[in-house]
């Protein structure tokens, strides 16, 4: 069975304050890696997909990795507004398995 | 604007009274999809459309019922509600590879008393 563990659970940060987030997967036959943010009272709104080890993606303060156990979201100096929850997921033929998520805070 | 709609936005019940949670996407994705959030659990999915008139069970089918009848509706039933269905529900579409992103609804928070 597929399995996606998420960690830590929470986080939080001070304003400028790198850190990195950890999705550890195991999965019969990955199709990708996907990872979402959600914000409290939202549905959760795609991020990125990652597909084969060694890809990384970019957007704005946010790098994903990905390798064949793992997965890291960096967050960059981040900002109040990238307080959210973070959630990865893993895809093969058939079924799309979520983590239970990480849930950001950053402070000014 | 492309998007998944979903409606109520809040729901209260009371057990055994039937309700439907309904779902509307206007992007012409073949896939559609329910889930429920629960603290902790994470994204659980409940049942799956690949297309009109093709539905499939997810991981926690049991109380729930869907259709799809037609490409952009995917209405979520709940024929006999009972507390522990009481959590955040989500639609959600994509077109049809399984590499293809999720475009979610803003949710449904249910309350069986």
């Known amino acids: 069975e597929d399995q996606v563990t998420q960690s830590p659970e929470a986080l939080r940060l001070q304003e400028g304050e790198s850190s990195s987030l950890n999705c550890s997967y195991t999965v019969s036959g990955l199709r990708g890696l996907f990872w979402y943010r959600q914000d409290p009272g939202k549905g959760p709104e795609f991020l990125f997909t990652l597909y084969s080890a060694g890809e990384e993606k970019e957007k704005e303060r946010l790098k994903a990795t990905l390798t064949k156990k793992e997965s890291f979201l960096h967050i960059t100096a981040p900002k109040p507004e990238d307080s959210a929850t973070y959630l990865c997921?893993?895809?093969?033929?058939?079924?799309?398995?979520f983590g239970a998520g990480t849930t950001v805070t950053v402070r000014a | 604007e492309a998007q998944v709609t979903q409606n109520p936005r809040y729901l209260i019940t009371v057990t055994g009274k039937k309700l439907t949670v309904t779902c509307s996407q206007n992007?012409?994705?073949?896939?559609m999809s329910w889930y429920r959030q629960d603290p902790g659990l994470g994204l659980r999915q409940i049942y799956y459309s690949m297309n009109v008139e093709v539905t499939d069970k997810g991981d926690v089918p049991e109380g729930y019922k869907v259709s799809r009848k037609e490409k952009r509706n995917f209405p979520l039933i709940l024929e006999s509600p009972s507390p522990n269905q009481t959590s955040l529900y989500f639609c959600a579409s994509r077109r049809r590879g399984p590499h293809e992103k999720l475009f979610f609804g803003s949710g449904t928070q249910l309350s069986v008393l």
């Open positions: 992007m012409n994705h073949e896939y």
């Open positions: 997921a893993v895809q093969n033929d058939y079924k799309l398995s």
